[in-house]
């Protein structure tokens, strides 16, 4: 008989594992299912709220616009006047509440400005939100509808051009503007921390009558220089009796006050420089401005002391414009005497004298100079004194400066700078050709060694060659009227320019030379065919046209030129 009874026993334990596995894997498998549904969820969340927050900030962005659309624009000012907040005190609180006054209250002890608004003078409440400290005179401010200022803002950048004609306090100048239109004018906040001088171009607000911001002018700053040249007397050769001689004028009367109070003598009060071109007269009168400088720094014993060089192109002073030379003149000596009111030295140089100060109703100009000249002898003997101020003036034709400039008293020292002499030549070159100057081995050994000894030969052998009165450095022959001939030679155009372009031509030839595969250093022969180049550019630049003037170079000045006969363009032809 068949048993149909349910498995017992390790089988029936097998099949109720089993079962639990398969429950287990089918729970397992449904947390999957639930994770993955969170995350999507959650993933879908994040975005949702993602744009639920653009959303908002795009509303309030537009909300914010809506605001500002409906608001009443901001007004523009300018501050004219600042009027910070004052303290409270309990006296005036219980008088001004007595009296009820709140006006009294609003104007003493709330901070307020005085602004210029549409044209309109008003005063202003200023926001609590602000610092009044922070506000200057000339700030750009923001007004709300209430005209409270509520914003500071920037400076006016823009403005009409005036120049200062007179500095009347710390807070107010006179200015010139358009058609020598004078005005008084207020210094705005930017410019009060400098120093404002005669003279100086400005921005002015037209508004508010404020001087904002100064400019620098190219046209002004070309024509005046004050930096104090670094060149000295030992930097000058050739010129030992000139120096001396201005020394004693200029040097001896600021060191010596005392003295020269004692004895009655006063200080001169300019100095001409007169001579061929090239001579050294622009360097006579930098000279002059170094060696001031350095006495000051001597006597005070400072080095704060100092001295100021304005070097005036003359040429450039002339303008198209009736009495703007004039103007131009009057700003350069009140420069000097502002700087001069210190007690330091001012050397006023003007270059090229006779382009500016011709000899009135001659004819040989447009007779600009019937006003310039009286205006440059007003500024150097008129009513202001011109103390610790020194006029220097350097030409080539003194002969067509106005007598009046010259006389005894304004340019009463008068110093002429002549040609070098063989003697001078020699401490000219010795300036340029010096023991630091590569110098070729075979000129160093020629003189044992001695490279100062190869220097001076080389020197005296070239000023040999530029003084030699032979047929090869004739010039031009000259016949006076009383039937007097002289020759000129090359010498008698010498000058410490040329010198100085000898050596340089010198030097260039020895660079050429090395850079060619020759050795290096400056030898004989490059100073001689520098000379000789140096001659040759001169050949063509004899002027038949004024006799007068060959007379003067030669130093004939008695005599009248007849005739002149060019020499070097006769041995030109004969090369030919």
């Given at each position: 008989m068949?048993?149909d009874?349910?498995?017992?026993?390790?089988?029936?334990?097998?099949?109720?594992?089993?079962?639990?596995?398969?429950?287990?894997n089918?729970?397992?498998?449904?947390?999957?299912?639930?994770?993955?549904?969170?995350?999507?969820a959650?993933?879908n969340?994040?975005?949702?709220v993602?744009?639920?927050?653009?959303?908002?900030?795009?509303?309030?962005?537009?909300?914010?616009?809506?605001?500002?659309?409906?608001?009443?624009?901001?007004?523009?000012?300018?501050?004219?006047?600042?009027?910070?907040?004052?303290?409270?005190?309990?006296a005036?609180?219980?008088?001004?509440?007595?009296?009820?006054?709140?006006?009294?209250?609003?104007?003493?002890?709330?901070?307020?400005?005085?602004?210029?608004?549409?044209?309109?003078?008003?005063?202003?409440?200023?926001?609590p939100?602000l610092?009044?400290e922070?506000?200057?005179?000339g700030?750009?401010?923001?007004?709300?509808e209430?005209?409270?200022?509520?914003?500071?803002?920037?400076?006016?950048?823009?403005?009409?051009?005036?120049?200062?004609?007179?500095?009347?306090?710390?807070?107010?100048?006179?200015?010139?503007?358009?058609?020598?239109?004078?005005?008084?004018v207020?210094?705005?906040?930017p410019?009060?921390?400098?120093?404002?001088?005669?003279?100086d171009?400005v921005?002015l607000?037209?508004?508010t009558?404020?001087?904002?911001?100064?400019?620098?002018?190219?046209?002004?700053q070309?024509?005046?220089?004050?930096?104090?040249?670094?060149?000295?007397?030992?930097?000058i050769?050739?010129?030992?009796?000139?120096?001396?001689?201005?020394?004693?004028?200029?040097?001896?009367?600021?060191?010596?006050?005392e003295?020269?109070?004692?004895h009655?003598?006063?200080?001169?009060?300019?100095?001409?420089?007169?001579?061929p071109?090239?001579?050294?007269?622009t360097?006579?009168?930098?000279?002059?401005a170094?060696?001031?400088?350095?006495?000051?720094?001597?006597?005070?014993?400072?080095?704060?002391?100092?001295?100021?060089?304005?070097?005036?192109?003359?040429?450039?002073?002339?303008?198209?414009?009736?009495?703007?030379?004039e103007?131009?003149?009057r700003?350069?000596?009140?420069r000097a005497?502002?700087?001069?009111?210190?007690?330091?030295?001012?050397?006023?140089f003007?270059?090229?004298?006779?382009?500016?100060f011709?000899?009135?109703?001659?004819?040989?100009?447009?007779?600009?100079?019937?006003?310039?000249?009286?205006?440059?002898?007003?500024?150097?003997?008129?009513?202001?004194?011109?103390?610790?101020v020194?006029?220097?003036?350097?030409?080539?034709?003194?002969?067509?400066?106005d007598?009046?400039i010259?006389?005894?008293?304004?340019?009463d020292?008068?110093?002429?700078?002549?040609?070098?002499?063989?003697?001078?030549?020699?401490?000219?070159?010795a300036?340029?050709?010096?023991?630091?100057?590569?110098?070729?081995r075979?000129?160093?050994?020629r003189?044992g060694?001695?490279?100062?000894?190869?220097?001076?030969?080389?020197?005296?052998?070239?000023?040999?060659?530029?003084?030699?009165?032979g047929?090869?450095?004739?010039?031009?022959?000259?016949?006076?009227?009383?039937?007097?001939?002289?020759?000129?030679?090359?010498?008698?155009?010498?000058?410490?320019?040329?010198?100085r372009?000898?050596v340089?031509?010198a030097?260039?030839?020895?660079?050429?030379?090395?850079?060619?595969?020759?050795?290096r250093?400056v030898?004989?022969?490059?100073l001689?065919?520098?000379?000789?180049?140096?001659?040759?550019?001169?050949?063509?630049?004899?002027?038949t046209?004024?006799?007068?003037?060959?007379?003067?170079?030669?130093?004939?000045?008695?005599?009248?030129?007849?005739?002149?006969?060019?020499v070097?363009?006769?041995?030109?032809?004969?090369?030919?």
């Open positions: 068949q048993n009874s349910p498995a017992t026993g390790p089988d029936q334990d097998r099949n109720a594992i089993a079962q639990a596995e398969r429950e287990v089918v729970q397992r498998e449904k947390a999957r299912s639930l994770d993955r549904q969170l995350a999507t959650a993933a969340n994040r975005k949702l993602d744009l639920l927050e653009r959303t908002r900030g795009e509303i309030a962005t537009l909300r914010a616009g809506l605001d500002r659309d409906g608001e009443t624009p901001f007004n523009f000012a300018t501050i004219v006047e600042v009027h910070p907040r004052s303290g409270f005190s309990a005036t609180s219980a008088a001004a509440e007595g009296s009820g006054s709140q006006s009294a209250i609003s104007t003493t002890h709330v901070a307020s400005v005085d602004i210029l608004h549409s044209g309109r003078k008003m005063r202003v409440s200023v926001s939100l610092d009044i922070s506000l200057r005179v700030q750009e401010v923001l007004l709300n209430a005209l409270v200022v509520v914003a500071a803002l920037g400076f006016e950048a823009t403005g009409e051009i005036v120049t200062v004609k007179e500095i009347l306090d710390e807070d107010r100048v006179v200015a010139i503007g358009r058609g020598d239109d004078q005005r008084v207020r210094i705005g906040a410019l009060r921390s400098e120093r404002l001088r005669v003279g171009a921005v607000d037209a508004r009558s404020l001087a904002m911001e100064r400019v620098q002018l190219t046209e002004m070309s024509l005046i220089l004050e930096e104090v040249p670094d060149i000295s007397y030992e930097d050769g050739g010129l030992g009796p000139q120096i001396e001689q201005i020394r004693d004028a200029v040097e001896l009367p600021f060191i010596h006050q003295l020269f109070a004692e009655g003598l006063s200080a001169p009060k300019g100095i001409l420089l007169y001579g071109p090239g001579c050294g007269k360097l006579i009168a930098k000279a002059v170094r060696s001031l400088a350095d006495r000051a720094v001597e006597l005070t014993g400072t080095p704060s002391s100092r001295s100021y060089f304005l070097n005036i192109k003359g040429p450039e002073l002339l303008d198209k414009y009736v009495g703007e030379t103007r131009h003149i700003l350069i000596f009140a005497r502002e700087k001069a009111a210190t007690g330091d030295p001012v050397v006023v003007f270059d090229e004298m006779d382009a500016l011709r000899t009135r109703g001659s004819g040989v100009s447009s007779d600009v100079e019937t006003t310039i000249v009286p205006q440059l002898l007003t500024e150097i003997d008129g009513v202001e004194k011109l103390d610790n020194i006029v220097i003036g350097a030409s080539n034709r003194e002969d067509m400066i007598p009046a010259l006389r005894p008293g304004r340019l020292v008068k110093i002429r700078v002549q040609r070098p002499t063989r003697t001078g030549a020699s401490e000219i070159f300036k340029y050709l010096t023991e630091q100057v590569p110098l070729h075979s000129e160093v050994e003189d060694g001695d490279a100062s000894a190869c220097v001076r030969r080389l020197i005296a052998t070239t000023v040999e060659q530029m003084y030699a009165s047929p090869e450095n004739e010039f031009l022959e000259l016949t006076f009227a009383n039937g007097v001939s002289r020759m000129l030679y090359f010498r008698d155009f010498a000058s410490g320019a040329v010198i372009n000898i340089d031509r030097k260039k030839a020895a660079i050429k030379d090395l850079l060619t595969g020759g050795e250093g030898t004989a022969s490059h001689r065919e520098g000379v000789i180049e140096e001659f040759h550019e001169h050949e063509d630049l004899p002027n046209s004024n006799p007068d003037d060959w007379a003067r170079i030669s130093g004939q000045r008695g005599e009248r030129v007849t005739h002149i006969r060019p070097v363009h006769e041995r030109a032809g004969e090369r030919a």
